[in-house]
């Protein structure tokens, strides 16, 4: 980026155990610009319980967002995006001039979300009870589509079902560019069945 470029706001939601963490990661190395979190939050304020501050870790992650946008400063910031705070925190980034991406990591199931949180803790990563994984999985993927991806001038949807990162549909707002169709029309239908 030089100084000409605007300031860059990269959101990368997705249900829990999608890989989003793994794609936030890889923005943050490309830009070179800060990462949020509020799961990083919580393992900063409690490294042996990272969900016993999770309330808090969630408000110090909207007050820093919120700081960081009032200063101008680009940053990734990782989101299950299965609620709405987030939409005017973006709203308020697109009215101070900032470029907005959206990435989308999913996968096929909650089941499978949840197997991938239990390899991750069995590597000493944290935990997302199975319940909170369910009641967020669909909600994540319809809020993204319904209410998250219009906000964006650039969004990319990706599935982390198979072996890697394989790109479905990309866009600007509204509009649609299919790159795998079979995979697109899966997710497509899957938002009317999704509990």
């Known amino acids: 980026m030089t100084e000409a470029d605007p300031p860059r706001l990269i959101v990368v939601g997705g249900p829990n155990g999608s890989g989003k963490t793994t ?36 408000k110090r992650f909207l007050t820093q967002l919120e700081t960081r946008l009032s200063h101008g400063e680009s940053l990734v910031l990782e989101s299950t995006l299965s609620g709405k705070g987030l939409e005017k925190y973006i709203q308020k980034a697109r009215h101070l001039g900032y470029m907005v991406t959206i990435v989308f990591v999913t996968l096929d199931s909650p089941d499978l979300c949840i197997a991938r949180i239990r390899e991750r803790v069995a590597q000493g990563g944290h935990h997302v009870p199975d319940e909170d994984v369910r009641r967020r999985f669909g909600r994540s993927r319809r809020l993204f589509w319904t209410r998250y991806r219009p906000l964006a001038q650039e969004w990319q949807l990706f599935s982390n079902a198979g072996g890697g990162f394989d790109l479905i549909a990309l866009g600007s707002g509204e509009e649609v560019a299919e790159v795998d169709p079979i995979l697109f029309q899966s997710f497509i239908r899957s938002l009317e069945i999704d509990p």
């Open 23 to 58: 794609f936030a990661d890889e923005y943050v190395a490309r830009f070179s610009i800060a990462y949020l979190g509020a799961d990083a939050i919580a393992a900063a304020l409690a490294p042996d319980d990272p969900a016993s501050v999770r309330v808090e870790a969630g």
